[in-house]
């Protein structure tokens, strides 16, 4: 089955610094991927919709200048957290959107413990 | 608006029970509907899916059978293991987006 990985899967950053998280589909190409952000013991929330080639559009009370996407290519989005702060620690889950399967699948997730 | 409600948990039962996750949907339409599973501390894996009404959806002895007429998707498992225990989500797909319910927890002893 298809699959997406995450890069990396933890890390623990101090108050104020950048954290990239790659999101890579590695069988399918993927136009469109998803960020979501999950807290403890709580659904899914979207975050943005990254679109490979064009801007990302972000949910309602998404700040776009501080969880910076980008879709570069059909098998890659980054998510950036810029100036990151205590309470951007959080799990964060991509997924991509296979056309063929009409499902989508999601990577194993990236815990951000920012200190 | 599109949205996903499933049952609230958690849910304990003990091994070999039968399983039962409501969940029900309103959209426009009638949206592709999954069920995701995620064990502790990963992501989310597809359980199963199905795109039209009256479409049932199976794996690893799991079942959900799309009921237009009722707008639910309920999930179904004859006889639970202590390996199934995880969170369980049902989801609707709204364009290209998922609209995920709150998740229920299962625990299962043995």
């Known amino acids: 089955g298809a699959v997406v990985s995450q890069h990396p899967s933890r890390v623990i950053c101090k108050s104020g610094t950048s954290v990239k998280i790659e999101c890579r589909s590695l069988?399918?190409?993927?136009?469109?991927m998803f960020w979501y952000r999950q807290f403890p013991k709580q659904s899914l929330m979207l975050m943005a919709t990254?679109?490979?080639?064009?801007?990302?559009?972000?949910e309602q009370g998404v700040e776009k200048d501080k969880f910076l996407i980008n879709h570069a290519s059909l098998t890659l989005s980054t998510l950036t957290v810029t100036s990151a702060h205590p309470e951007d620690s959080s799990f964060y889950i991509c997924?991509?959107?296979?056309?063929?399967?009409?499902?989508?699948?999601f990577g194993p997730g990236t815990r951000l413990l920012v200190l | 608006g599109n949205s996903v409600t499933q049952m609230e948990g958690p849910v304990t039962l003990s091994e070999e029970a039968f399983l039962t996750i409501n969940c029900t949907y309103t959209?426009?339409?009638?949206?592709?509907l999954f069920w995701y599973v995620q064990y502790p501390g990963e992501g989310l894996q597809l359980l199963l899916k199905?795109?039209?009404?009256?479409d049932k959806g199976s794996n690893k002895g799991f079942e959900a059978t799309y009921r237009k007429e009722t707008t639910s998707f309920h999930l179904e498992k004859g006889s639970v293991q202590v390996s199934d225990s995880a969170v369980y989500f049902c989801?609707?797909?709204?364009?290209?987006?998922?609209?995920f319910g709150k998740g229920t927890t299962l625990s299962v002893s043995s």
């Open positions: 997924s991509a959107w296979d056309s063929q399967q009409e499902t989508q699948y």
């Open positions: 069988d399918f190409q993927a136009t469109t």
């Open positions: 990254s679109n490979e080639g064009s801007k990302a559009t972000y």
């Open positions: 959209a426009t339409g009638y949206p592709s």
């Open positions: 199905a795109t039209k009404a009256d």
């Open positions: 989801a609707g797909r709204a364009g290209t987006a998922l609209i």
